[in-house]
């Protein structure tokens, strides 16, 4: 299983971005998808969440600007990001609850794509 995150990038503040999580390899479905971030010189934090049926959670640092889905294929993540700030820079990556058969659900984690918001 690999997670392929995508869509990063260099932005001026109040811009938008959409990142995208892909994930493939022998895999039944994706339970939930969740992002998180890393700025520099800090620790990866949470920062959104969808639940296989569709609930969503945010950390009060991008509630109201970011929004995380799932795609029609179902083994897609996004996350769509408004009004981007300069403390957004960070690298930004994605984890997925995956089923395989016959197997419990694993975690998954991406690679991380870079964000950087310039003022």
């Known amino acids: 299983v690999q997670l392929q995150a995508s869509g990063g990038g260099l932005v001026q503040a109040g811009e938008s971005l959409r990142l995208s999580c892909a994930a493939s390899g022998s895999i039944l479905h994706v339970n939930g998808w969740a992002w998180y971030r890393q700025g520099p010189g800090q620790q990866r934090l949470w920062i959104a969440s969808?639940?296989?049926?569709?609930?969503?959670n945010y950390a009060d640092s991008v509630e109201g600007r970011f929004t995380i889905s799932r795609g029609n294929a179902k083994n897609t993540g996004y996350l769509q990001m408004n009004d981007l700030k300069p403390d957004d820079t960070a690298v930004y990556y994605c984890?997925?609850?995956?089923?395989?058969?016959?197997?419990?659900?694993?975690?998954?984690w991406g690679q991380g794509t870079l964000v950087t918001v310039s003022s």
């Open positions: 984890k997925a609850m995956v089923v395989r058969l016959g197997r419990p659900a694993v975690y998954y």
């Open positions: 969808i639940t296989s049926g569709g609930a969503t």
